[in-house]
């Protein structure tokens, strides 16, 4: 959550969510690793539609984890203001301990830590590692809770009802994404999946005419597109009579 919506889950609600992001065995992998890397630390996974649940399938679970690690520990962390930084600060003080407090939570709780996991001291501000845990179990604080900071949680899978499962277990539905190269899989998932915003084959894309919004507690309603001007519009419907008046009382 980010700290400005203190106000909205007071009332129960969340402008995030935990989003899943759903790799099948037969995707690119290579691509989908980049996605995955991507997804979690864009905006120093300080997005409200960063992927911090990662939903891979289960025979190609080891191999794809090596491929995310990989990638996560080549991401450039530093300062904003470096055109070469991938991950800059986190916004304030409150919110680094925090996701420093579900770090220390996800370990304590015997997932296994592939990457990452801790703090990078540059002296002032703060700012963390993107960090990967496997292992996962749903019941976990970091499978359930909005974490809000480069922090994935992986969970593996055998079939598409059991990926869907995951997928759909949480109080949030904001967005998600979905990984093949069959496309009625990725789209029987798109259509199971409640998620107001879904990516098949790509993360955090799209442009102004897309609508989005969530689903359950990540909020109601719906921004850009047609559907977001909407929400802004106030309709007044008149009624004009041009001819004669038939009478109700001769």
């Known amino acids: 959550m980010r700290p400005a919506d203190s106000n909205l889950k007071k009332l129960g609600l969340e402008l995030g969510g935990k989003n899943p992001i759903v790799v099948f065995a037969d995707s690119d992998l290579e691509d989908a690793a980049d996605a995955v890397a991507f997804g979690i630390s864009f905006n120093t996974g300080q997005c409200c539609v960063s992927s911090s649940r990662l939903i891979v399938e289960r025979s190609i679970a080891e191999k794809f984890e090596r491929l995310v690690v990989a990638k996560m520990e080549k991401i450039r962390v530093g300062d904003p203001f470096d055109p070469e930084t991938q991950i800059g600060a986190i ?104 998620a107001g915003r879904f990516w098949v084959n790509t993360i955090i894309s799209g442009g102004p005419e897309t609508p989005l919004g969530g689903f359950k507690q990540s909020g109601w309603g719906r921004e850009a597109g047609l559907y977001g001007v909407e929400e802004y519009t106030q309709i007044k419907s008149v009624h004009i009579e041009t001819g004669k008046r038939s009478h109700w009382i001769s």
């Not at 501000?125 to 359930?144: E, H």
């Not at 480069?150 to 079939?159: E, G, I, K, S």
């Not at 998600?176 to 990725?186: G, L, Y």
């Open 91 to 194: 916004t304030t003080e409150a919110q680094n301990k925090t996701i420093l407090d579900y770090i220390a939570k996800g370990k304590a709780e015997g997932t296994r830590l592939l990457c990452g996991g801790g703090a990078v001291d540059f002296g002032k501000g703060q700012y963390i590692q993107p960090t990967l845990f496997t292992d996962v179990k749903p019941s976990m604080g970091i499978a359930r809770d909005e974490i809000f900071g480069p922090v994935l949680a992986c969970f593996h899978f055998d079939t598409v009802d059991e990926a869907i499962a995951i997928a759909n277990d949480t109080v949030y539905g904001l967005a998600a994404s979905v990984w093949s190269k069959n496309i009625d899989k990725a789209l029987a998932v798109t259509r199971r999946v409640r």
